[in-house]
């Protein structure tokens, strides 16, 4: 007597099965990191400003900081390509003035957060942004001048900074703006390579 189920890996696939397969391929190449990160990247942008940020007694002196990210980082979840962790180095120059006299800063932040792609119909993706709190923040900043090592240790520059940026962020994913990039039009996507030849490999001059 056969064993029904001794060939059941080697039969072929069902049209169901087939076209499950090929959307879920769609899906991962769409979701990869790379091309989720530029995303990121362009909610971000080049430049990033922040402040004012009260500085000693009684919030007497007002500092700004100017930054940029360095690299956004996203890795997967090992269990779903729809689920990624992100990490956004941010550099930030900080100006504070007294007496007229300019107290100079640099200060690194590690911003972690995750995201969340979700399907939208007909045939889109949805950036679906974590909000992060205070604990999802790095922050170091360095004194550059006389002034800024002297106040360094009175201003509290490292826990004034991450509230800086937990409100930066929260601010701008929730932003109409931010709303509109983080949707990625996967059928405009193929019907534009198609349009250049990319899809068939014609590709025009």
Known sequence: ???QFAVADDRPASPVQSRMAFADNVLRVATRPEHIAGV?????GDHIETGPIAL??????????AGRAEGVQVVPSETDCCEMSVLVPVAFRIQASLGGIAAQYLAA???RTRVTLVPD???????QHQRISRQDVVTKVRGQNTLARLTEPF?????L????????????VTSPRVQALSRIDVAELIDRAFDTGAMTGRGYP
């Open 1 to 3: 007597m056969s064993n």
């Open 40 to 44: 990121i990247a362009q909610i971000i």
């Open 56 to 65: 000693g007694p009684g919030g007497i002196v007002a500092a700004t900081a």
């Open 109 to 111: 932040a590690c911003v």
């Open 121 to 127: 119909a007909p045939c889109a993706l949805l950036i």
């Open 155 to 159: 201003a509290r520059l490292n826990s």
């Open 161 to 172: 900074v991450a509230d800086q940026v937990v409100a930066y962020v929260n601010a701008l």
